[in-house]
Every structure is written in C-alpha cells, then in structure tokens.
C-alpha cells in the first residue's frame, strides 16, 4: 500500500524536511533545493514558498513565506542573527497568527525558545540550523526532525554528495489508515506530532483534552485547532458547510464524510494545497 500511495503521486514530499535541508542548502551557499524544486510538478504551497525565499534571499526585496510560519520563523531568525534587516510577506492565515517579533530571542537556548509561541519548536529549529550544537534529551517530534536533517545534510556534504529527499510519513500513515477505515477495518493509530492532530480527533483516536495536553501549539496554527476542529466535525454532522481554512482540519473533515458517506460542502477546498497538493484527487481516486 505504501509503495503504491507514493508512486501513485498521492503522497508529497515531507515539507518539514524539505525546509531545514533548503535553509541549510541557502545559507551555506548551495543551490540544490532549487535544482531539485524546479524538477518537480504539484508542489504544496509551503515548499513552492521555500523556491521563492531561496531565490531572493541574498537579494534587497521583501521575502514572501505565503502561509509558511515555520519558514517565516527560520528566515526571521536568520535575519536577526546574521543582522539582515529583511522584510517578510505572509498571507493567508498567517496574517492572523500571533508569533513573536523580539530579536533578542537569538540569545536564548533552546529550552527557553521552546517556551515562546505556545511551545512550538520552530524558534528552537532555527538556532539549531544557525549552528547551535546544544542537543535535548527526548526533544519535540519537529526538533528531532531537526537534528536528524543537520545530521543527514552534513553526512551528504562530507562525501561531496546532495542530500535525499523525503515523503511526508504523516501523510502516509493518515492515507494508509484512512483507506483501511474506509474498508470497514479497525486500524491503530498513533498520533505522533502536532499535525496529527486533527485526524486522530476526527477518527476517535484521540480527544481535544489529550490533544491539548500533548501539543499546546494546537491553538495557534492555522485555525485554534482545539476549537476549530471540534465546531467543524459537528457541523459536517449536521450537514452544515464547512467553512475552515485550515488545511488539516478540511482533510480530515473531507475523509470523515467520505467514510461515512456524508455530502460535505467544503468552502475553501484549495487550503488543503499547503501541505497536500493531491488530496482531492487521492481522495476521489
């Protein structure tokens, strides 16, 4: 099943890792994420957002991260501590999110990076990746996501080689479980990180209390995911229209009314295009 949800093309390419091995490609001087983007087709918007940072980033114009707030977050900081003075553009629901704009922060370790913006770990990244050596024992899922590309990126350079690129897990391990519900089956399934989320929630895998517990970021993405999702899944009950932008939510609240064959209007269907560019044709293939 795995094999044939990636070469179906269902899957994109983990947009996590694809940003820290771009970030590390741009600061270090090489172009390989961008011989590797431009030979690719249906790209998520987050990674078509990266193209274009990378491109200008050595350039006097104002950056746009889209609706990235882990690239913004990377970039930002990199503009603090490499003392760059760039302007950033966000769209979408990033305009709305409350995210910190103190450059002092650059001082700070990791521990206390992850305390700010409702424990997201995507200050701490960015040190990591700027070269902060200082390693935590049983970090946040994305922080190791973090570790693990520095380590693969410098392995890659040492033997003179470009780094590998990697399909997005979470995605897989949702399709896969999803498919088998839609069977009629009982899977497991294990919520890992944060962008689990909304699916386990959705498929009684998970409440918003243990939610919230686990990952208190969830009230500061692209929606209050904690809120949002839970008024979303009960107007899908009710047959209402789904108006969330939230590209997670609207996956998972499209999947629900496909496995319990219930009409959801989605009123913004183009959201899912952040992280998965194919998930209305995987979901009607």
């Given at each position: ?10 899957i ?34 987050d990674?078509?957002?990266?193209k ?17 707030a ?6 930002k900081f990199a ?5 760059f ?5 966000v ?14 922060i650059?001082?700070l370790?990791q ?9 997201t ?5 960015a040190?990591?990746?700027?070269g ?8 946040p ?11 693969h ?15 997005d ?8 479980t999803?498919?088998?519900?839609f ?13 689990d989320?909304c699916?386990?929630y ?7 209390k ?7 970021s ?5 929606s ?18 789904i108006?969330?932008k ?10 629900w009314g ?10 913004y269907?183009d ?7 194919q998930?209305?044709?995987?979901l009607?293939?």
């Amino acid at each position: 099943m795995t094999d044939k949800l990636i070469f179906s093309g269902y899957i994109p390419f983990d947009k996590s890792w694809m940003i820290r091995l771009g970030f590390l490609d741009m600061i270090n001087g090489y172009n390989d994420i961008i011989t590797f983007l431009n030979h690719q087709t249906n790209l998520s918007n987050d990674l078509l957002a990266l193209k274009d940072a990378v491109l200008i980033w050595k350039k006097n114009e104002p950056i746009n991260v889209g609706e990235s707030a882990t690239l913004y977050r990377l970039l930002k900081f990199a503009s603090w501590k490499l003392k760059f003075n760039k302007e950033f553009v966000v769209e979408g629901t990033l305009k709305h999110r409350k995210i910190n704009d103190n450059p002092n922060i650059i001082n700070l370790s990791q521990k206390e990076l992850l305390k700010l913006d409702n424990n997201t770990s995507q200050w701490a990244t960015a040190s990591v990746l700027l070269g902060n050596v200082e390693r935590i024992f049983n970090p946040p899922y994305k922080l190791q996501v973090t570790y693990n590309a520095i380590e693969h990126w410098k392995h890659q350079r040492r033997k003179k080689e470009t780094w590998l690129p990697r399909y997005d897990e979470t995605i897989l391990n949702q399709a896969k479980t999803y498919q088998r519900l839609f069977r009629g089956e009982k899977p497991k399934f294990n919520p890992l990180q944060a962008e689990d989320f909304c699916f386990a929630y959705t498929f009684g895998f998970l409440s918003l209390k243990e939610g919230q517990k686990k990952w208190p970021s969830l009230v500061s993405h692209e929606s209050n995911r904690i809120k949002e999702i839970k008024e979303m899944l009960e107007k899908a009950k009710q047959g209402k229209d789904i108006d969330s932008k939230d590209h997670r939510i609207i996956q998972s609240i499209a999947m629900w009314g496909k496995i319990n064959n219930k009409k959801v209007k989605i009123l913004y269907p183009d959201s899912v295009n952040k992280s998965w560019f194919q998930f209305w044709n995987f979901l009607n293939g």
